[in-house]
């Protein structure tokens, strides 16, 4: 430990450290890099660098020829790194400087002046943005793709009676289509949320400098345009101090997660050898070592898993934001490691649900069998007897739950209760009641708005396909 309390061998920072006589520590030399995360800004760095480059040449803080050899080595080092070629450096600490320090190795002095009017402080929150939006529009178009799915398999299961839950226990049928389109809306609202966030992350900071802006010329609406930025920020502390981008990005991610393990658990539950709803494919399923029968929905239940990441990065960056005094600090380099893993994390969850749902297959059989345990039309018969007979609600609940007792005491279905034994217990119920006993004569009925009829379920995915697809 001791050891690693002696300052290192190494000068200072020939970028930062012109007041320093010696290099840091090498703890804090361990503490301080970000090298081996933040590298995975460097297009979006380089980017940055390019067009804050044209832009201190267009207002004549550079000259021409400056630019014209920064312009040259930014895309000289994009393509070293591209080929695997760059050699990053810890002791550069992080990808800003390690561009830079590779940019005068390559152009000599020229490369001193693109620093000009910029601090790393505006440079990071710029890149760090482009990066979140590209993630953003990555998961938007992945989780399109996942609808995609959800959709064809709720098309071709529009009719497919299964029994609908509350509290787990079997409630009323509804159709597998139904039940799949729940998701679509579900995953289309967390489209929504990352494309709103989207709107509001638009805006560049680039300028802002350290904290205060800056004395020189520079034009800010010119490298925001460039950078495809709606416009520049409004204020220089906020600029390099906000991280809500990040947040939202978050915040959308970990609700998509909660999404995606609320499937994957319904999976892993309708794969059980109890339900047997559906079955998923050998390539999102493991056997065991030991149990030969088994088939484990292992992908189910990593995405389920995978949820706490998310949920954590999300509350791991809250934590570091919500003591910070205006502007930046430091505690905001530990920006970029969650929302990285939260990004890497969604997309794997994405990709193996969509895998799962387009290989699944739908046991219509046994749903149907299950559909109609339970008493699941018992509210059916309840609705029959309001419009049959006019009586009100409670007093039908009251009849269908008597119904109920008889056909549990029995040890039968409803629809198996003769005429009679329905007439001793209410004696308006006519032939005509039993028919609102069979689960297609249930979901066919429910055409309200939103409701699960096959009728319903269909328009609801043409207008899910024109709206989402
Ligand atoms: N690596 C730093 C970060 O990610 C860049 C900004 C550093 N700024 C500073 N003044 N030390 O936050």
Redesign the pocket.
């Known amino acids: 430990m001791t050891d690693n309390n002696k300052t290192s061998s190494q000068p200072a920072s020939t970028i930062w450290g012109g007041r320093f006589a010696a290099g840091p520590s090498e703890i804090m030399a361990k503490i301080n890099v970000?090298i081996d995360f933040?590298k995975r800004l460097y297009a979006q760095d380089i980017q940055g660098s390019k067009a804050h480059a044209a832009m201190l040449a267009a207002t004549g803080i550079i000259s021409v020829d400056d630019e014209r050899a920064i312009q040259g080595g930014l895309d000289r080092i994009l393509a070293e790194i591209q080929a695997g070629e760059f050699v990053f450096k810890t002791e550069y600490?992080?990808i800003?400087m390690n561009v830079e320090s590779r940019l005068s190795q390559l152009i000599g002095e020229a490369a001193g002046r693109l620093h000009t009017a910029r601090s790393?402080?505006d440079q990071?929150a710029t890149d760090f943005r482009l990066w979140v939006h590209d993630a953003m529009d990555g998961i938007g178009a992945m989780l399109q793709a996942l609808q995609a799915a959800l959709l064809d398999r709720a098309e071709q299961h529009a009719d497919t009676v299964m029994p609908g839950f509350t509290h787990l226990q079997a409630a009323q049928p509804v159709t597998m289509g139904h039940h799949l389109m729940a998701y679509v809306e579900m995953f289309g609202r967390d489209r929504s949320r990352f494309a709103d966030a989207r709107k509001r992350l638009n805006e560049c900071p680039l300028g802002a400098a350290a904290l205060a802006g800056t004395s020189f010329p520079i034009d800010r609406f010119q490298t925001a345009a460039a950078l495809g930025f709606d416009r520049p920020t409004a204020n220089s502390l906020d600029s390099v101090s906000d991280r809500d981008f990040a947040l939202e990005f978050m915040t959308a991610a970990a609700i998509a997660a909660v999404h995606l393990s609320r499937l994957a658990e319904e999976l892993v539950i309708w794969t059980s050898a109890q339900f047997r709803f559906v079955s998923l494919s050998d390539a999102f399923t493991t056997g065991s070592s030991i149990m030969p029968q088994k088939r484990n929905p292992d992908a189910a239940e990593l995405v389920r898993a995978k949820t706490g990441r998310v949920i954590g990065d999300l509350t791991a960056l809250l934590i570091v934001m919500k003591g910070l005094p205006l502007a930046?600090s430091?505690d905001?380099?530990d920006d970029k490691e969650p929302v990285f893993e939260a990004a890497d994390t969604l997309e794997l969850a994405v990709a193996a649900m969509t895998g799962m749902i387009r290989d699944m297959r739908v046991n219509a059989e046994t749903l149907r069998k299950a559909a109609g345990a339970g008493f699941t039309t018992a509210t059916d018969i309840a609705d029959w007897c309001v419009r049959a007979v006019g009586m009100p609600f409670r007093q039908a609940h009251h009849v269908a739950g008597r119904l109920v007792k008889l056909a549990e005491d029995k040890g039968c279905g409803l629809e198996d209760l003769s005429l009679d034994e329905m007439r001793a217990i209410e004696p308006g119920l006519t032939e005509d009641a039993r028919k609102v006993l069979s689960v297609d004569f249930s979901v066919a009925s429910r055409t309200s708005h939103g409701g699960t009829s096959p009728t319903n379920v269909r328009q609801a995915i043409a207008t899910a396909r024109k709206q989402w697809l």
């Open positions: 970000s933040d600490e992080d800003h790393r402080n990071v930046y430091k905001m380099q």
